[in-house]
């Protein structure tokens, strides 16, 4: 059970996260994401927070008593973390050469630009 409490937080924001690059692609002729699109993203980015503590209570509840496990699953769900922040509240994907300097720079993920730039 504490894989799964550690998977489906990490499953839902990356199919979330790849579902709107497959629609940033349908409006990029437009330049806008659709204000229902946006509203959408509203909604995820508040049940992925909502997930994400549901897994990390079920970690907590369902913790495995082999270490190697432990670290693992605990791996699994601070990846889902950094997938949400890397989303939905600074940009944390970056080349390895530059990645120091570009992430202290605090830039606004382009999910979070097109969210308040949306229009119809």
Known sequence: MALWSALIPLLFVLVSAGVYWLLARAWVERELMPRGVAATYRVLRVASVLILAGGLAGLIVWWPNNIAVALSVAGVWAFAAAEFTN?????????VTRWFAAVAQWRTPQLVADMHNAGD
Do not use: M, T
């Open 87 to 95: 989303y939905f509240i600074v940009r944390l994907a970056y080349p």
